[in-house]
T-cell receptor
């Protein structure tokens, strides 16, 4: 069982470039989300999805787009990268039993925007 | 002011020490309190979960919630080098809402 798989693990982008961070899960969880982790800021929610075809904004959605066409995949798109988007990005899923059963996080994508 | 405050450390202790990690919060509606452990270059993993006030013990780990003071703690007894990680507190209003995370405290346990 792979759990939550994120690709790529590392990426360097130039300002203004676009890219897609991939997230795939094999746990059949309906809920998927994207977080960014910055020093001193903790994890902040970017976007989330409660099922295929349903997405919503989190705490810091500006500059990012998401879509959810299947249960398994939840890609995060950076439309026009900015240095402020330099961060570690985590995809996370949870079961329908709620947060008390914990989130399963991927290993992260380390993004640098120069 | 952040909703959840956590001292980032770093915290360094000798093996066998008792470790105390803490978070304060401002939103009195938080009911679900969690501690996540994150090893270097990995995603966080759930360590402890507590609902509302009180204590919860799991092996060497004890989680405490004091809602009157808006203060939560994680105690690690007989700390081991394998406990070296970043510890993140997280909390939520209900079981289906999203969590607010603290910044994380980096802990090193020296042999």
């Amino acid at each position: 069982n792979a759990g939550v798989t994120q690709t790529p693990k590392f990426q360097v982008l130039k300002t203004g470039q676009s890219m897609t961070l991939q997230c795939a899960q094999d746990m059949n969880h309906e809920y998927m989300s994207w977080y960014r982790q910055d020093p001193g800021m903790g994890l902040r929610l970017i976007h989330y999805s409660v099922g295929a075809g349903i997405t919503d904004q989190g705490e810091v959605p500006n500059g990012y787009n998401v879509s959810r066409s299947t249960t398994e995949d939840f890609p995060l798109r950076l439309l026009s990268a900015a240095p402020s988007q330099t961060s570690v990005y985590f995809c996370a899923t949870r079961s329908g039993q709620g947060i008390s059963y914990g989130y399963t996080f991927g290993s992260g994508t380390r993004l640098t925007v120069v | 002011q952040k909703e959840v405050e956590q001292d980032p450390g770093p915290l360094s202790v000798p093996e066998g020490a008792i470790v105390s990690l803490n978070c304060t919060y401002s939103n009195s509606a938080f009911q679900y309190f969690m501690w996540y452990r994150q090893y270097s270059r990995k995603g966080p993993e759930l360590l402890m979960y507590t609902y509302s006030s009180g204590n919860k013990e799991d092996g060497r780990f004890t989680a405490q919630v004091d809602k009157s003071s808006k203060y939560i703690s994680l105690f690690i007894r007989d700390s081991q080098p394998s406990d070296s990680a970043t510890y993140l507190c997280a909390m939520s209003v209900n079981n289906n809402n999203d969590m607010r995370f603290g910044a994380g405290t980096r802990l090193t346990v020296k042999p």
